[in-house]
């Protein structure tokens, strides 16, 4: 079967570093994707990542490991406001995104 | 630019009765999706549309059916509600007809009660 793995929830301080890791197995794979959901909202777009490596985005940057079936997505000077859910999400084979359960994340002051 | 608007915002439904979620954009996306998300588990894809005239069965998608009869509406019917349905359900598009591999843009939510 398909599964994605991220731990259900982190605790982190306001203006630390916090790395929410990913794990997945799916039938092919086509691109993985990070989201950020804010309590009683909709999903919204963070990264996608095709190829081995990090890419950066500002304050937030989302690593990928093809082989190891593995990303993470890394938030620094952590500000109140991104306390929120974190989805982390694959295409397989089908071009079937395949979701996980998400990473909630508090920020403490 | 509004994006994708659902309809309802929220709303409470007696099993056993039929309701229509409505789903518009205004993108001029081929793609557009329903997903459902319950507490502790991943989104769940019920439907999607790959472009106008064409609809496909995701992960869940028994006691649900969709339309897609332009580009811009993609509604989603429970034609006979049972509690299991109860959830927050979630509309999607993407500028892609080949599948998933673009980024899905999401609606705000249509949080449903089936009692």
């Known amino acids: 079967g398909q599964n994605i793995d991220q731990p259900t929830e982190m605790t982190a301080t306001e203006g630390a570093i916090v790395q929410i890791n990913c794990t997945y197995q799916t039938s092919g794979f086509n691109g993985l994707f990070w989201y950020q959901q804010h309590a009683g909202e909709a999903p919204t777009f963070l990264s996608y990542?095709?190829l081995d490596g990090l890419e950066e985005k500002g304050r937030f940057s989302s690593f990928l490991s093809r082989s190891k079936g593995y990303s993470y997505l890394l938030l620094k000077e952590l500000q109140m406001k991104d306390s929120a859910s974190y989805l982390c999400?694959?295409?397989?084979?089908?071009?079937?995104?395949?979701w996980g359960a998400g990473t909630k994340l508090i920020i403490k002051p | 630019t509004a994006g994708i608007t659902q309809a309802p915002t929220s709303q409470i439904l007696a099993a056993g009765r039929s309701m229509t979620l409505r789903c518009t954009q205004d993108?001029?996306?081929?793609?557009m999706y329903w997903y459902r998300q319950d507490l502790g588990l991943g989104l769940r894809l019920i439907h999607y549309?790959?472009?106008?005239?064409?609809?496909g069965k995701g992960e869940v998608p028994d006691g649900y059916s969709v339309s897609r009869a332009n580009t811009d509406d993609f509604p989603l019917t429970l034609a006979s509600a049972v509690p299991s349905q109860t959830s927050v359900y979630f509309c999607?598009?993407?500028?892609?007809?080949?599948?998933?591999?673009?980024?899905?843009?999401f609606g705000p939510g249509t949080r449903l009660t089936v009692l």
């Open positions: 993108m001029r996306h081929n793609a």
């Open positions: 990542n095709v």
């Open positions: 999400a694959v295409t397989d084979s089908n071009y079937q995104l395949i």
């Open positions: 549309s790959n472009t106008a005239g064409t609809t």
């Open positions: 999607a598009s993407s500028d892609s007809t080949s599948g998933a591999t673009d980024t899905q843009y």
